[in-house]
């Protein structure tokens, strides 16, 4: 019988991208989605890309009944990509109560019914932020961590502590938390991508939609920051990519191959890119001029971060594959896609 996995938050931007790759590797998906930031149509994208239409029931999963009645219907499900979650770092700070008890709600919700029901393995959608800015660079998954600097990280730090205390208290139980650094991009069929709902906060789709002409200008937040161009540094994972990394730890824990019950993994490219370096790069690849202007720093923002990706390409197998201009190509394919440019 086909193993079947439950992808929360499948219709989002990296669990969308996640549901193809497990589609492709044979595996078959069941989607739990409230579409709270996402669309239902990415369900007939994915069916156009593999081939299938994922199963899908929407509901938020920080409520316990709705959740329990899931499980109660689907008693084959062998192990959980929990990504469902709120995201935006700055909304974080002002909401901060919706964000625990959606967040944290969800991950015990999800957590009772895997005790419940002898559904052993999670795989746990994790983030660089839980590093804060780091002492040392490159980091690696024992860098201690910090205190988060907004209530969104907090709770990707919180639910780690739950995991891992979860994993002492409940041996049957195995998890593995994958640490993304800087999500981006689009599946090279331009059917799925990110698609932030307003103006986006994230560079990748801020500079796409400029290139639209849907804005005037992106702003670069801060040039004297302690780097060779004095924008800040970030490592640029490709979605893609990320997302395979989730099939990979999916591999493992149903062929029990860990070292511990719970693990985590730095999911990265293992270099940096300044801001302005990205954007150069952009314009380079698609040769599309981008109006940008420095300002302020944004609050809440580290200067520099990148991966060491040595654990996971090690132990996991597992190493980014797509350029920094490949990945920028596919983002802005994407973009024009969305808005209906021609190539
Ligand atoms: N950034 C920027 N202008 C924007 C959005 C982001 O200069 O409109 C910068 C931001 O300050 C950070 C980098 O781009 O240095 C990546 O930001 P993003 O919000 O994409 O991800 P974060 O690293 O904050 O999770």
Redesign the pocket.
């Known amino acids: 019988m086909k193993k079947q996995i439950l992808v929360t938050g499948g219709t989002g931007y990296i669990g969308s991208h996640t549901v193809v790759e497990l589609q492709e590797k044979g595996y078959e998906v069941v989607i739990v989605d409230d579409l709270s930031n996402s669309s239902i149509d990415v369900l007939d994208a994915i069916g156009k890309i593999t081939g299938l239409r994922p199963a899908f029931e929407q509901f938020d999963l920080s409520d316990s009944i709705k959740t329990n009645t899931f499980f109660d219907k689907y008693t084959d499900i062998e192990a959980i990509i929990h990504f469902a979650a709120f995201k935006a770092?700055g909304e974080s700070v002002g909401k901060p109560l919706n964000y625990y008890r959606n967040n944290l709600n969800s991950l015990m919700n999800l957590l009772d019914n895997m005790k419940r029901r002898n559904i052993i393995n999670m795989v746990f959608s994790s983030s660089c932020?839980v590093y804060g800015q780091p002492d040392v660079l490159p980091v690696v998954e024992n860098t201690p961590r910090k205190q988060a600097e907004s209530p969104y990280g907090n709770t990707k730090s919180i639910c780690e502590d739950i995991l891992r205390d979860c994993c002492k208290a409940y041996p049957q139980i195995n998890c593995i938390a994958l640490r993304y650094f800087?999500p981006i991009g689009a599946h090279p069929s331009s059917l799925i991508g990110e698609l932030p709902l307003g103006v986006p906060?994230?560079?990748?789709p801020?500079i796409t939609q400029t290139a639209a002409g849907l804005r005037d200008e992106?702003?670069?937040?801060?040039d004297n920051y302690n780097t060779p161009d004095g924008?800040?540094i970030?490592d640029y994972i490709n979605v893609v990519d990320l997302a395979k990394a989730h099939v990979i730890a999916i591999n493992r824990l149903l062929n029990k191959k860990r070292t511990s019950n719970y693990e985590y993994f730095n999911i990265g490219t293992g270099e940096g890119y300044s801001?302005l370096q990205l954007v150069k790069t952009f314009i380079a690849v698609t040769g599309v001029n981008l109006a940008y202007k420095i300002v302020e720093r944004?609050a809440g923002?580290i200067e520099k971060i990148w991966a060491d990706t040595s654990i996971a390409n090690n132990e996991l197998g597992w190493k980014a594959e797509t350029s920094l201009g490949d990945t920028l190509l596919s983002a802005w394919n994407w973009e024009k896609k969305v808005r209906g440019l021609g190539n």
């Open positions: 770092v932020t800087n906060n994230n560079l990748v801020f992106l702003s670069i937040f801060g924008t800040a970030r801001v944004r923002d």
